[in-house]
């Protein structure tokens, strides 16, 4: 049986996590993730909330983009995974890291052009994810921008046999649910709209675009 969740990563997998994406991805990931980044059309003044933003590794990247006006603030509970992003962004002035629970109320109002969840919010179960997203709904701007980078919709019974083994066996149970429901539908009828998407690994991975209606 999978786990339920594997949002909380620690130990091992938490000290070496983006050298085992790499690993995993077979050297892909660093370059998938950069066009995924490029894909986001950030603008120089954007001010970014990271939502689960792990090692941090996004956030430079997300950097690159910015002028000295915008900023990023990543929040993770992970005290290794907070300890690589301070590393990871040490000489980044406006990228900053606060050790927070994205699925409880949080302090953050009508402050962000964006927000990113990278594959972190399949994770979650529908009560948290209810919460996740009314934070990126307070956090952002009116009109601002909702990414959520994960998987895809799609019938994982359709698939070939290796890869619904590989798929039970790496990702937790309820990243299966995860895969059921209509995001866009979902979003719309939580004050999201103008949805725009870019796929990814043969259409498996998404990039979901939603701005704020306000």
Same mark, same amino acid.
């Given at each position: 049986?999978?786990? +339920?969740?594997?949002?909380? =990563?620690?130990? $091992?997998? *938490?000290?070496?996590? @983006?050298?085992?994406?790499?690993?995993?991805?077979?050297?892909?990931?660093?370059?998938? =993730?950069?066009?995924?980044?490029?894909?986001?059309?950030?603008?120089?003044?954007?001010?970014?909330? @990271?939502?689960?933003?792990?090692?941090?590794?996004? *956030?430079?990247?997300?950097?690159?983009?910015?002028? +000295? #006006?915008?900023?990023?603030?990543?929040?993770? =509970?992970?005290?290794?995974?907070?300890?690589?992003?301070? #590393?990871?962004?040490?000489?980044?002035?406006? !990228?900053? !890291?606060?050790?927070?629970?994205?699925?409880?109320?949080?302090?953050?109002?009508?402050?962000?052009?964006? /927000?990113?969840?990278?594959? !972190?919010?399949?994770? &979650?179960?529908? +009560?948290?994810?209810?919460?996740?997203? /009314?934070? *990126?709904? #307070?956090?952002?701007?009116?009109?601002?921008?909702?990414?959520?980078?994960?998987?895809?919709?799609?019938?994982?019974?359709?698939?070939?046999? &290796? $890869?619904?083994?590989?798929?039970?066996?790496?990702?937790?149970?309820?990243?299966?649910?995860?895969?059921? !429901?209509?995001?866009?539908?979902?979003?719309? *009828?939580?004050?999201?709209?103008? &949805?725009?998407?870019?796929?990814?690994?043969?259409? =498996?991975?998404?990039?979901?675009?939603?701005?704020?209606?306000?």
């Amino acid at each position: 049986m999978p786990k +339920e969740t594997k949002v909380e =990563i620690k130990g $091992f997998e *938490a000290k070496h996590y @983006d050298a085992l994406l790499d690993f995993i991805s077979l050297g892909k990931y660093k370059s998938f =993730i950069r066009r995924v980044i490029s894909d986001m059309n950030i603008q120089p003044d954007d001010r970014i909330l @990271d939502m689960g933003c792990g090692t941090g590794r996004n *956030a430079c990247l997300m950097a690159e983009f910015l002028s +000295e #006006k915008g900023s990023i603030l990543g929040l993770d =509970i992970g005290d290794e995974m907070i300890a690589q992003f301070e #590393k990871n962004c040490a000489e980044l002035a406006h !990228v900053n !890291v606060q050790k927070m629970r994205i699925d409880e109320p949080l302090p953050l109002e009508n402050e962000f052009d964006k /927000a990113l969840l990278s594959f !972190v919010f399949h994770g &979650f179960p529908p +009560e948290k994810q209810e919460k996740i997203i /009314a934070n *990126a709904r #307070k956090a952002l701007k009116p009109g601002g921008e909702l990414f959520i980078l994960d998987y895809q919709e799609f019938d994982l019974g359709k698939k070939p046999w &290796f $890869f619904r083994l590989i798929f039970k066996k790496a990702e937790c149970r309820l990243a299966q649910d995860y895969l059921k !429901v209509d995001w866009k539908n979902y979003l719309k *009828a939580r004050g999201f709209d103008d &949805f725009d998407e870019k796929t990814y690994f043969r259409n =498996i991975v998404r990039l979901l675009r939603a701005r704020l209606v306000g």
